[in-house]
């Protein structure tokens, strides 16, 4: 069982350093965006700053490569459960017991 534990234990490790590096894409998107966002408001040649679609590219393309990242984190759990995969192994591993027997 310690075994088990230790396995687990390595699985939630993994986990916390995937949501670890989420968090940190969603931080660095988010102040250097701000960033962009800010220079080209100050440094516009126009009194009138207005919004135009180029100004905001790249924080539109980058938010679809963190909205990947973060389904690749959060979604597994969301549509199969938290359990799902314990549930599927030991449902496995006793469809592979029955049949050893027969």
Not at 6 to 11: P, R
């Amino acid at each position: 069982m310690e075994q088990y534990d230790e396995i687990k234990y390595q699985e939630a490790a993994k986990r916390v350093q995937k949501i670890k590096g989420f968090y940190t894409h969603a931080l660095v998107y988010l102040v250097i965006n701000t960033a962009i966002i800010i220079s080209q408001i100050q440094f516009s040649n126009s009194d009138n700053w207005s919004l135009e679609l180029r100004q905001f590219s790249t924080a539109f393309f980058w938010g679809i490569g963190l909205a990947a990242h973060g389904l690749s984190v959060f979604m597994p759990t969301m549509i199969l459960g938290k359990n799902w995969e314990d549930k599927k192994i030991k449902e496995l591993m006793e469809k592979e017991k029955n049949n050893k027997w027969e």
